[in-house]
């Protein structure tokens, strides 16, 4: 521990495969600088990490201690893929009234007969066009209650749906299809991260991280309970 943040989560902790990444809590008011060096402070730890280290600081919420993706508030990332010779620190904060976090606007759109805005699938029109093709290609909207795409440094995708998955298998199809999508919509992409949300709460479904420069993917699901490396060809194509 440092004194300006605290670990709070090793998401992924792989030596073996030179794999990292981590979640830190950084104390409110700290200039973007400052938490440029909790991270940098943190990356000199995990030199032991050949591959991929992935350092994300969240601001300290003592009113509301939850600390993922996909909630609002301030956080910055600190991405070294070492592979490719990439390193690079960003902010990645969101606030809470933005259409991304009403989640139920999609559904009450089409109740109503209105056109649902491009803000409430992603920030840019790449990101955009692939979460209105995963929100079209659920014919009934049986499953996808919120698609939405954030891209900065990775790709992220936050799927909420209307309802739980019976098996790991239904899951690990799920967002294999999504990948293929994904793929196929952003080409170029990366890294790209696909999280599954339970209706408009914060409880992970499933989540997978791919990199395109590494030979491993992570994934874990409720089911299963456990983050997994697996190859990246188990992933390829949507129909297995």
Same mark, same amino acid.
């Given at each position: 521990?440092?004194?300006?943040y605290q670990i709070w989560e090793y998401?992924?902790?792989?030596?073996? #495969?030179?794999?990292?990444?981590?979640?830190?809590i950084v104390p409110p008011g700290l200039s973007e600088k400052e938490v440029e060096k909790a991270c940098e402070h943190m990356e000199t730890c995990l030199q032991e990490y050949r591959n991929f280290v992935l350092i994300t600081a969240f601001e300290q919420n003592i009113e509301r201690p939850v600390y993922t993706y996909g909630m609002p508030g301030n956080r910055w990332q600190l991405l070294h893929n070492k592979n490719k010779g990439i390193r690079k620190f960003e902010p990645i904060s969101f606030i809470a009234d933005e259409p991304?976090?009403?989640h139920f606007l999609g559904r009450d759109c089409l109740q109503n007969g209105l056109d649902i805005p491009d803000d409430w699938f992603g920030n840019t029109p790449q990101g955009i066009a692939i979460a209105r093709a995963?929100? #079209?290609a659920d014919v009934g909207h049986e499953w996808v209650l919120h698609p939405y795409a954030f891209e900065g440094t990775i790709l992220s995708l936050e799927i909420h749906l209307t309802k739980r998955m019976a098996k790991s298998d239904q899951y690990r199809q799920h967002i294999r299809k999504l990948l293929t999508l994904t793929r196929q919509k952003a080409p170029d992409a990366q890294n790209i991260w696909i999280y599954l949300y339970f209706r408009d709460t914060i409880d992970i479904l499933a989540h997978f991280n791919w990199s395109k420069q590494l030979p491993y993917v992570e994934y874990k699901d409720e089911i299963k309970g456990e983050s997994r490396i697996e190859k990246p060809d188990d992933w390829e194509g949507g129909n297995h």
């Open positions: 521990m440092s004194p300006n998401v992924v902790n792989d030596k073996q #495969k030179g794999i990292a990444n981590v979640s830190i991304r976090y009403q995963i929100w #079209k």
